[in-house]
C-alpha cells in the first residue's frame, strides 16, 4: 500500500471522527503545554536557587596552614642571617592561623580546572601597627570582578569613596569599622608597614571569609612583604579565592583544588551543602513529576485509543476482509496517533508559551528545549499507548469484528 | 476448488458450546457456480466465513485447490485471502463512515494500485450497478438493495479469483436480484472465476453448477 494513500486514510479517519480526534488531540496538547510549563517554570526556579547558592555558597578559599614557629621568612634570609620575626609576628596569615606562602604555578594550574569559574591570588598579612595592635592587610587583585567580590572586598561594598583601581599603588580601602575605630575616613593617610598609603574609600564587606582591615592591591600588598626579605620568592601569595562554576560543581571544585595542593584546608561558607542537597532534591522532585505526567497523558492516551478502537472494530474487521493485513491496519493506527500527537503537541507547546508569558512566576520562560523535550515525549507516549490497541487488532479473526452490527 | 474435510465449528454462547457444524465434508469445484443451502441457522454463512479465512474451524481441515489451508493461523490466512478471494455479505458490511466509492477503493487500495486507475474503476463498477450518482453517499443514505448493489460493486471492482456470496439476492426486488445474479454468473462465465453462494431459496437452483445442502444439524428444530 503506498504511503500517500495510507495517509490519506489515516487524516481521512481522523477527520471523520472529528470529536474523538479533537478530544484525543486537546489530551495531548495538555500533556505537551504540561511540559513547556514545567520546565519553564522549573528552569525559571533552579536559576533562582542556583542565584541564591552562587550568593552563598559556591566560592571557598585555599589555604596551607603553618606551624606558628615555622618562619617563612627564614627561607628567604641570607645564610647565616637568620631573622625571624618573633612568634606570633608571622606576617602571612588566615583565620586566626599562620599559613604558607603558595607555589607560584597553582593560580594557573587550579584555573584549568573545569569545576572552577574564577581564581584570584590574594596576599592576606598580620600586621602590627605601632600602637602594637595587630591588623589584617589584604593584597588584591583589583581587575578581578568574580572571585575576589564573591569572597573578599568589590567595588559594590564600597560606602564612601571608590574601589582600588589596577595599576594604581600606595592607594587602601579601609574596612567601615577599622576606619572607625582608627579614626579615618576618606582622604586620610596612613602608614602601612612604614610605607605611606592614601585611604581612597571605606567599605563594608559583611560576612565574606577573606575579610581584613586594609585592602591594597596585590602588588602593594607583595612590596610590603617583600620589604621584609632578602631573596623574595616571585608572586607571593597565600591564598587562593576560589568561585566554583556552579552549585553542583562547588564539592567538585573543593576536592579537584585540595588536590592540587597537598596538605591545604579549605574554607567554604557552611551552608553551600544543605542547599546544594536541596536543588538536587528539588530536582529529582522535577523528574518525577515530569514523569508522573508523561504516564498520565499516556494512560489518557491508551484509554482514548483502546475506546477508539472498540468503536471501530467491525471498520477494522471489514478491512480486513477487503484484504488489508494487520501490518497495514497497525500502519494506519499508528499514523493516526502519530498525525494527533504532533499536531496536539505542536498546540499544546504554544499553548504552554503563551500560558508562561502570562505566568507571574519570575522568568519563567521555556525555549525550544522545552519543545524539544514535549514534543518526543507526547509523541512516544501517543505511540506507545497506541502499541496495545494495533496489537489486540492485529489479532483478532475478522468474524468477531464482523458480528458486531 | 474447496474441499472440507471433517470441518467442525461450535460457538460459545452464555457459558455453553452451541454446535453448528459437525464433521462436515464437502468438495466445491472451481470455475462454476457452488450453491449451498439449508434451512435458517444451519451455519451457512458460518461455513462461507470458515471458506473465507474470516474465521477458524475447531477440527478438520479446508483445501483449496488441493493446498491445505492455514486455517488456524489468522495472519497468514489473510495474506492467502488478500487479492484471492471476495466476499458478499448477507448484511453487506459496508463501512459504514466511508461513502461507497471509498467503500470501493478500500478494496483496491491494498494492492498499491494508482488513484486514478482506482477511481476509474470503482466509477465504472458503480455505474454498472447504477449507483454512480451517490458515489459520495454514505451507506446508511441507500436502500437495503442499493448497498447490496454497493457491496456487489465493491467484490467486482476488486477483481478476485473467488467469490463468496451469502444471501446475494434476499433483500432486493425481482428485477435487482437477476441484475446480481447476471454479474455473479458473469464472473464465473466470462472471468473464470469460482463463486460460492449460500442462501435458503433466494438463489435460483438451476443457476448452480453444484448444490451442497446442509442438513442434519439443524440447532432450532
Ligand atoms: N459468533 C457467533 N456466536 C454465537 N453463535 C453464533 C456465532 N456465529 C454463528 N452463530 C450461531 O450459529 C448458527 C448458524 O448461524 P449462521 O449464520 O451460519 O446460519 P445461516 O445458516 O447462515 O442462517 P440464515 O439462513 O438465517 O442466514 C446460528 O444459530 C447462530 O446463532
Ligand atoms: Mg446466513
Same mark, same amino acid.
Given at each position: 500500500?503506498?504511503?500517500?494513500?495510507?495517509?490519506?486514510?489515516?487524516?481521512?479517519?481522523?477527520?471523520?471522527?472529528?470529536?474523538?480526534?479533537?478530544?484525543?488531540?486537546?489530551?495531548?496538547?495538555?500533556?505537551?503545554?504540561?511540559?513547556?510549563?514545567?520546565?519553564?517554570?522549573?528552569?525559571?526556579?533552579?536559576?533562582?536557587?542556583?542565584?541564591?547558592?552562587?550568593?552563598?555558597?559556591?566560592?571557598?578559599i585555599?589555604?596551607?596552614?603553618?606551624?606558628?614557629?615555622?618562619?617563612?621568612?627564614?627561607?628567604?634570609?641570607?645564610?647565616g642571617?637568620?631573622?625571624?620575626?618573633?612568634?606570633?609576628?608571622?606576617?602571612?596569615?588566615?583565620?586566626?592561623?599562620?599559613?604558607?606562602?603558595?607555589?607560584?604555578?597553582?593560580?594557573?594550574?587550579?584555573?584549568?580546572?573545569?569545576?572552577?569559574?574564577?581564581?584570584?591570588?590574594?596576599?592576606?598579612?598580620?600586621?602590627?601597627?605601632?600602637?602594637?595592635?595587630?591588623?589584617?592587610?589584604?593584597?588584591?587583585?583589583?581587575?578581578?570582578?568574580?572571585?575576589?567580590?564573591?569572597?573578599?572586598?568589590?567595588?559594590?561594598?564600597?560606602?564612601?569613596?571608590? *574601589? %582600588?583601581?589596577?595599576?594604581? @599603588?600606595?592607594? &587602601?580601602? /579601609?574596612? !567601615?569599622?577599622?576606619?572607625?575605630?582608627?579614626? =579615618?575616613?576618606?582622604?586620610?593617610?596612613?602608614?602601612?608597614?612604614?610605607?605611606?598609603?592614601?585611604?581612597?574609600?571605606?567599605?563594608?564587606?559583611?560576612?565574606?571569609?577573606?575579610?581584613?582591615?586594609?585592602?591594597?592591591?596585590?602588588?602593594?600588598?607583595?612590596?610590603?612583604?617583600?620589604?621584609?626579605?632578602?631573596?623574595?620568592p616571585?608572586?607571593?601569595?597565600?591564598?587562593?579565592?576560589?568561585?566554583?562554576?556552579?552549585?553542583?560543581?562547588?564539592?567538585?571544585?573543593?576536592?579537584?583544588v585540595?588536590?592540587?595542593?597537598?596538605?591545604?584546608?579549605?574554607?567554604?561558607?557552611?551552608?553551600?551543602?544543605?542547599?546544594?542537597?536541596?536543588?538536587?532534591?528539588?530536582?529529582?522532585?522535577?523528574?518525577?513529576?515530569?514523569?508522573?505526567?508523561g504516564?498520565?497523558? *499516556? %494512560?489518557?492516551?491508551?484509554? @482514548?485509543?483502546? &475506546?477508539? /478502537?472498540? !468503536?471501530?472494530?467491525?471498520?477494522?474487521?471489514? =478491512?480486513?476482509?477487503?484484504?488489508?493485513?494487520?501490518?497495514?491496519?497497525?500502519?494506519?493506527?499508528?499514523?493516526e496517533?502519530?498525525?494527533?500527537?504532533?499536531?496536539?503537541?505542536?498546540?499544546?507547546?504554544?499553548?504552554?508559551?503563551?500560558?508562561?508569558?502570562?505566568?507571574?512566576?519570575?522568568?519563567?520562560?521555556?525555549?525550544?528545549?522545552?519543545?524539544?523535550?514535549?514534543?518526543?515525549?507526547?509523541?512516544?507516549?501517543a505511540?506507545?499507548?497506541?502499541?496495545?490497541?494495533?496489537?489486540?487488532a492485529?489479532?483478532?479473526?475478522?468474524?468477531?469484528?464482523?458480528?458486531?452490527? | 476448488?474447496?474441499?472440507?474435510?471433517?470441518?467442525?465449528?461450535?460457538?460459545?454462547?452464555?457459558?455453553?458450546?452451541?454446535?453448528?457444524?459437525?464433521?462436515?465434508?464437502?468438495?466445491?469445484?472451481?470455475?462454476?457456480?457452488?450453491l449451498?443451502?439449508?434451512?435458517?441457522?444451519?451455519?451457512?454463512?458460518?461455513?462461507?466465513?470458515?471458506?473465507?479465512g474470516?474465521?477458524?474451524?475447531?477440527?478438520?481441515?479446508?483445501?483449496?485447490?488441493?493446498?491445505?489451508?492455514?486455517?488456524?493461523?489468522?495472519?497468514?490466512?489473510?495474506?492467502?485471502?488478500?487479492?484471492?478471494?471476495?466476499?458478499?455479505?448477507?448484511?453487506?458490511?459496508?463501512?459504514?463512515?466511508?461513502?461507497?466509492?471509498?467503500?470501493?477503493?478500500?478494496?483496491?487500495?491494498?494492492?498499491?494500485?494508482?488513484?486514478?486507475?482506482?477511481?476509474?474503476?470503482?466509477?465504472?463498477?458503480?455505474?454498472?450497478?447504477?449507483?454512480?450518482?451517490?458515489?459520495?453517499?454514505?451507506?446508511?443514505?441507500?436502500?437495503?438493495?442499493?448497498?447490496?448493489?454497493?457491496?456487489?460493486?465493491?467484490?467486482?471492482?476488486?477483481?478476485?479469483?473467488?467469490?463468496?456470496?451469502?444471501?446475494?439476492?434476499?433483500?432486493?426486488?425481482p428485477?435487482?436480484?437477476?441484475?446480481?445474479?447476471?454479474?455473479?454468473?458473469?464472473?464465473?462465465?466470462?472471468?473464470?472465476?469460482?463463486?460460492?453462494?449460500?442462501?435458503?431459496?433466494?438463489?435460483?437452483?438451476?443457476?448452480?453448477d453444484?448444490?451442497?445442502?446442509?442438513?442434519?444439524?439443524?440447532?432450532?428444530?
Open positions: 500500500m503506498r504511503f500517500s494513500d495510507l495517509t490519506r486514510c489515516a487524516a481521512r479517519e481522523l477527520f471523520r471522527r472529528r470529536a474523538r480526534s479533537a478530544a484525543l488531540a486537546a489530551g495531548f496538547a495538555l500533556a505537551a503545554a504540561g511540559v513547556v510549563v514545567f520546565s519553564g517554570v522549573w528552569q525559571a526556579s533552579r536559576q533562582d536557587s542556583d542565584k541564591i547558592l552562587a550568593g552563598t555558597g559556591t566560592h571557598f585555599t589555604f596551607r596552614p603553618a606551624a606558628a614557629q615555622d618562619c617563612i621568612v627564614a627561607a628567604h634570609c641570607p645564610p642571617q637568620m631573622n625571624c620575626p618573633p612568634q606570633g609576628a608571622h606576617p602571612f596569615w588566615f583565620n586566626g592561623t599562620p599559613t604558607q606562602l603558595l607555589p607560584p604555578d597553582l593560580v594557573a594550574k587550579v584555573s584549568t580546572l573545569s569545576s572552577v569559574r574564577d581564581v584570584s591570588p590574594c596576599l592576606l598579612m598580620r600586621l602590627t601597627h605601632r600602637s602594637g595592635n595587630p591588623y589584617l592587610v589584604a593584597g588584591l587583585d583589583a581587575s578581578n570582578a568574580t572571585a575576589v567580590r564573591t569572597t573578599s572586598c568589590a567595588a559594590t561594598d564600597i560606602l564612601s569613596g571608590e *574601589f %582600588l583601581k589596577p595599576g594604581e @599603588s600606595h592607594q &587602601a580601602v /579601609l574596612e !567601615e569599622s577599622y576606619a572607625k575605630s582608627q579614626n =579615618l575616613t576618606t582622604g586620610s593617610g596612613i602608614e602601612i608597614a612604614g610605607q605611606p598609603f592614601r585611604v581612597i574609600g571605606v567599605a563594608n564587606t559583611g560576612a565574606r571569609p577573606a575579610k581584613a582591615d586594609v585592602y591594597v592591591t596585590l602588588q602593594d600588598a607583595r612590596n610590603i612583604a617583600y620589604a621584609g626579605m632578602y631573596n623574595p616571585a608572586d607571593m601569595t597565600n591564598l587562593l579565592l576560589v568561585e566554583a562554576k556552579d552549585a553542583t560543581s562547588h564539592e567538585r571544585a573543593m576536592s579537584e585540595k588536590a592540587a595542593l597537598a596538605g591545604s584546608t579549605i574554607t567554604s561558607y557552611n551552608c553551600y551543602l544543605p542547599a546544594a542537597q536541596v536543588m538536587g532534591i528539588n530536582q529529582q522532585t522535577g523528574k518525577l513529576l515530569l514523569a508522573a505526567a504516564l498520565a497523558a *499516556f %494512560l489518557v492516551a491508551l484509554k @482514548s485509543q483502546w &475506546a477508539g /478502537l472498540i !468503536e471501530r472494530r467491525r471498520e477494522i474487521a471489514i =478491512l480486513k476482509v477487503l484484504g488489508w493485513t494487520p501490518g497495514m491496519l497497525a500502519r494506519l493506527i499508528f499514523l496517533a502519530l498525525l494527533l500527537a504532533l499536531a496536539g503537541s505542536v498546540l499544546g507547546c504554544v499553548l504552554g508559551q503563551a500560558i508562561l508569558s502570562f505566568t507571574p512566576v519570575h522568568g519563567a520562560a521555556a525555549g525550544l528545549s522545552a519543545w524539544a523535550m514535549a514534543i518526543p515525549l507526547v509523541v512516544a507516549g505511540l506507545l499507548a497506541a502499541v496495545l490497541p494495533v496489537w489486540h492485529a489479532r483478532q479473526w475478522p468474524a468477531n469484528g464482523l458480528r458486531m452490527q | 476448488m474447496f474441499e472440507a474435510r471433517g470441518i467442525s465449528k461450535s460457538f460459545r454462547v452464555a457459558g455453553r458450546d452451541v454446535p453448528v457444524l459437525k464433521d462436515l465434508h464437502c468438495k466445491l469445484p472451481s470455475r462454476s457456480v457452488s449451498i443451502t439449508g434451512r435458517s441457522g444451519e451455519g451457512k454463512s458460518t461455513l462461507l466465513s470458515l471458506l473465507a474470516l474465521d477458524f474451524p475447531d477440527a478438520g481441515e479446508l483445501l483449496f485447490q488441493g493446498d491445505v489451508m492455514p486455517s488456524s493461523a489468522m495472519g497468514r490466512m489473510a495474506d492467502w485471502r488478500r487479492n484471492r478471494v471476495g466476499v458478499l455479505f448477507q448484511h453487506f458490511n459496508l463501512l459504514p463512515s466511508w461513502t461507497i466509492l471509498q467503500n470501493i477503493e478500500a478494496a483496491l487500495i491494498t494492492g498499491g494500485m494508482g488513484c486514478a486507475e482506482r477511481l476509474l474503476r470503482s466509477h465504472d463498477w458503480l455505474k454498472r450497478v447504477g449507483l454512480d450518482h451517490r458515489h459520495d453517499h454514505l451507506p446508511s443514505q441507500l436502500s437495503v438493495g442499493q448497498q447490496q448493489l454497493a457491496a456487489l460493486a465493491r467484490v467486482m471492482a476488486a477483481e478476485p479469483q473467488v467469490i463468496l456470496a451469502d444471501e446475494p439476492c434476499a433483500d432486493v426486488d428485477e435487482t436480484g437477476e441484475a446480481i445474479q447476471r454479474h455473479l454468473l458473469e464472473f464465473v462465465r466470462a472471468g473464470n472465476g469460482t463463486l460460492v453462494v449460500a442462501s435458503h431459496g433466494t438463489f435460483p437452483q438451476e443457476l448452480a453444484c448444490v451442497f445442502q446442509l442438513s442434519g444439524h439443524p440447532i432450532d428444530s
